[in-house]
Structures are given as C-alpha cells and as structure tokens.
C-alpha cells in the first residue's frame, strides 16, 4: 500500500534562498509523523508547501496517490488536508463560533452541528466562550480553537505546526495528549515541532531537518535515544 | 428650527449619495488593502447604464415601473466594468508595491472618464436624466421643509442597500467568506475560501450600490456629466476614511456625518466663509479634524497586532 502522503525530493525556494533542499519523506495512515529541527530548519515552509500557500521550485507531492503540488491552497483543505498554521493565525476579530464554523467552510453536508459539538467535547472552554472574540483568548486556548477550526474540516490528514509554542508546560501537555486522543480517532498527523521531546514521545516516525535538508529518520523511539537528537535538542551530553 | 431641519434633511439626502459609493471604497479596502480611486467613475458609469438604458427602451417613458429596469441596467454597466478593472488592472498587480496600483486607480479614473466623454453620445456637455413619476417632480413639504422627491428615494435606497449587505456579510457563505479573508488571506486560503472568487465579488458589491447612487444622483440632479465621478468619489473615500475605512458601518455613518456637516456649513456658517462656495473647504476640514484626534475614524478599530 502506497502512503497517504508522499514527498518526494521538495525543493522550495524564496527569491533565490533555497529554504528546502530536495527533502524526501512520507506519512502513513493513521500514523503521526514528527518533523523535528531548530528555527528556520525549512519545517514550516514545507508544510506550507503541501497545503498550497506556497509553490514548490522542483519535487513532488501527492496525496492518496495523487499529485497536488499543482492544486490551490482552497482545494486542498477539500481533498482532506487540514492545517493548522505556526502561530494558530485564529481570526481574532470573530467569535470562538465563527472561527470553528469558518473550518468547516469548504464542507457542503449537513453535519457541521454535530462537529462543532464534538469540537467542544474535546475543548470544553470553547463552548463556554463560543461567543466571545477569539483574540481576546490566551495562547493555549487560542492553539485550542486553531485545532479544533482544523478539524472542523474533517480532514483525513492534520498538520500541526508548532502547537506547543508559547505554551506553559500544564497547557503543553494537554494539547499533546489531544495529538493522540486525534490519532485513536483515527486522524492522521503530520507534527512539526522544536519540541522535539513532546513531538517523537508520540511519534510513530520522526525526521530532523536542519537548514532544509533530512540528516535523520527513524521511529519516534529510535530518534529519542539517538545521540544525535539527544545532543542536538534534548540538550543532553 | 425649521431652517435646521431643512439642513438636516439636506444634509442626510447628501450624505445618503455619498454612504452609497464610500461602502464600495471600503469593502475593496478590507479585503484587498487597496484604495480603489477609480470607484468614483464607477459610479459614474452606473448613472450612464441607466441613462443608455432609458434611452435605448424607453424614450419618452416616465412611467414609474421603467425604474427598476434603469436600475438594472445601472448595475449590469457598474458591476461589469468594475469586475473588468479588478481582473485586468489589478489582479497582475496584487504583491507589487502599494504605489503601482494607486497610480493605476488613477489612469483607470481617467481613462473611464475621457472613454464616456469621446464615445457617449453627447456627453462632452450634461445631459438631461430622465425623469420619473413618483421619484421627481413637484417637492413634498412637511411643515414648511421641503423634501424633493428624489431625496427620499435616495435615502431609501441607502436603507434598503445598506440592510441587504449586512445580511449578505453576515448569513451567507460568501459573506462569511469575505470576513475571513478581511481578517487574514492566507488562512482564509487554509479553510478552503477562494480568496480571488472573493476579491471579485467585494468590486462587484461595491459597484452594485455605486450603480444605485449613480441613479439617485441623476434622479436628483436631473442630468448626468462624464466628470460627475470625480469629486463625488472624493467626498465619498472621505467618507469611508472618516467613518473608519474597511469597516462597512463606518462608512455609512461617515457619509451620513459628511452629507449633514456639509449641509450645516452651508447653512450656519456666516459671512464669506459660509454657503456653497465653502462647502468642500469644510467637509476636508472634518477629515483631518477626525484624522488628527481619531486616526482610525469614527467606527474603525485600533490595529492591535495578533497575540
């Protein structure tokens, strides 16, 4: 069986400044997939790259099979690719209940309802603030609602970059253990993190990128026990 | 006090016309950040859509139901040439630096105006607007003040316009498409919006209730004049900055609060520096008043930077 997403030797550039350099990796179902590295490693311009904000300069991207390196940012979220962006971007100016409805845009069913009350089942500070501006929220309640708007879209693969940033460790630990509450729901999860701990922790697999370029893979396990990672961002000797 | 009413009347007659257009500069500002200059002959057109469509059918008509058909043909002339502009002179230029579409906006205003000047017929002077039953003709009195026939269409219409729109943004798809987008395109684009479908579609709403100013206008002044844009644009842009450009309510409190200091001025004001001469000279003086004490205007919120 072929993967659910398969990048193939990406190469993305700003202007002249290559920001990835022909990177090769690949999600299965059901998996969560760890994309590890410091700042400016090329992990956010890559998933910007598969969910169409930015076009790559050579390499491939499918998706079930299929090509999509050539599709729209608007259409990508409707063939079932959800992201949740660095930062949580949350429109501020609208309500908790405008923003999670906004996820649910590309969809054309009726059962929207029923997902925004499973949203609020996950997240239950959201509902007692369904009304309230979303700018107004903390950073942990703002990364909740930016997943909880990516999963109102129903998507068969959830990118989540950087959602632990900013976080108090209390609030880090509840939103990666709704990484994996995902994952048991049968959510694929393409996870980019500096956290690297929290990240391969719940990683089936994990690759480090340094300056846009793969230097490791291997299960989540394997990496957090490599010396590598365990030097280079576990700061252990 | 009667004087003060019929300022008043005046000044909200005024200020409908001028809430009509500003909505159209405000709309394309919020979801593209551009300054649309060339909104003005837009408006412009509209009131030449409905002169041509008057002319083309119904010569010599006045019957009242002709209206709603001007009206149409109003739209149909604003809507397509702004559509037309945003696809051809500005879609190429969405990313380039904020000058090149500015200047832009502006030879599209002028190239619009002299376009209707050489190939209108007639139009190098004012022609005549037609003139309705029900909406002109002999002036409504209400205890002494005189309210013209065109001017409660006029205000009407910016009720009606106003009224349709706030339920368009706020009940329909792509109305809760164009927030999301106002708010921030790239992760509009993330949830699946359209981002250019919606650009199209804020020219298109801003041309719709400019081609129903450009008929007020005719209706009320009884011709139209290929330069009729220019300075209604004007006031009109003054009127979205004023009510806080980007945001809809603004602008149609902006052109209320325009229209009705302009008439006041006119009015109230003694000696030389009163009466029509000085109207525009005030109507400015209000912009940077509120520019110097309010810069976000009287409706816009203070850009906060995201958490």
């Known amino acids: 069986m072929s993967a659910m997403l398969e990048v193939r030797d990406l190469v993305v550039s700003y202007g002249k400044i290559k920001a990835v350099k022909g990177i090769s990796f690949s999600v299965d179902q059901g998996e969560v997939v760890s994309l590890i590295g410091t700042n400016g490693a090329g992990k956010t311009t890559t998933l910007r790259t598969i969910s169409g904000l930015m076009r790559p300069t050579s390499g491939s991207i499918r998706f079930m099979g299929k090509r999509i390196d050539d599709v729209a940012a608007h259409d990508i979220v409707t063939l079932g690719i959800a992201h949740s962006p660095e930062g949580r971007r949350i429109f501020p100016r609208l309500s908790v209940e405008q923003n999670l409805r906004l996820g649910a845009f590309a969809r054309r069913d009726n059962e929207v309802g029923k997902d925004l009350k499973a949203v609020y089942e996950l997240f239950p500070i959201l509902e007692e603030r369904s009304q309230q501006p979303a700018g107004t929220f903390s950073g942990g309640e703002q990364q909740m609602l930016a997943m909880g708007r990516a999963m109102m879209s129903r998507p068969k693969l959830l990118m989540l970059d950087e959602p632990s940033m900013g976080l108090s460790p209390i609030m880090m630990k509840r939103i990666m253990s709704t990484v994996t509450t995902l994952q048991q729901q049968g959510t694929t999860i393409l996870l980019v993190e500096q956290n690297a701990q929290a990240a391969l922790q719940r990683a089936n697999h994990g690759y480090v990128l340094e300056v846009g370029k793969i230097v490791l893979k291997g299960s989540g396990k394997e990496l957090l026990t490599s010396d590598e990672v365990r030097k280079a961002y576990l700061g252990e000797d | ?307």
């Open chain 2, 1 to 307: 006090m009667t004087d003060l009413l019929q300022q008043l009347v005046n000044g909200l007659t005024l200020g409908s016309l001028y809430a009509l257009i500003a909505v159209g500069y405000t709309v394309v500002y919020g979801i593209v950040q551009l300054i649309n200059f060339a909104h003005g002959e837009v408006f412009m057109i509209g009131a030449f859509g409905a002169l041509a469509t008057w002319t083309l059918l119904f010569q010599g008509t006045t019957a009242l139901w002709v209206l709603p058909i001007m009206i149409l043909g109003a739209v149909v002339a604003s809507v397509t040439v702004a559509v037309v502009m945003e696809r051809i002179a500005y879609r190429p230029l969405r990313g380039a630096p904020r000058l090149a579409p500015l200047i832009t906006a502006i030879g599209i205003s002028v190239a619009l105006q002299e376009a209707v000047r050489l190939f209108y017929p007639g139009a190098k002077s004012k022609i005549p607007f037609p003139q309705i039953d029900v909406v002109t003709g002999p002036a409504l009195s209400f205890a002494g003040v005189t309210v013209q026939r065109a001017a409660v269409f006029t205000v009407g219409a910016l009720l009606m316009s106003a009224a349709l729109l706030w339920w368009f943004v706020n009940h329909t798809r792509t109305g809760h498409g164009m927030q999301a987008v106002s708010e921030d395109k790239d992760t509009a684009r993330l949830m699946g919006v359209n981002v250019d479908r919606i650009i199209v579609i804020a020219f298109a709403l801003g041309a719709f209730l400019a081609a129903i100013a450009g008929v007020a206008q005719g209706l009320l002044n009884a011709n139209v004049d290929f330069r009729m844009g220019f300075l209604a644009g004007l006031k009109a842009f003054t009127a979205a900055v004023l009510g806080g450009i980007g945001n809809i309510q603004g602008a149609v409190v902006g052109g209320l609060v325009l229209g009705v200091a302009e008439a006041l001025a006119v009015g109230f004001i003694p000696g030389q520096f009163g009466g029509s001469a000085w109207k525009d000279v005030w109507a400015f003086a209000l912009l940077i008043i509120v520019l110097v004490f309010r810069p976000q205007g009287i409706l816009g919120a203070r850009v906060v930077d995201r958490a």
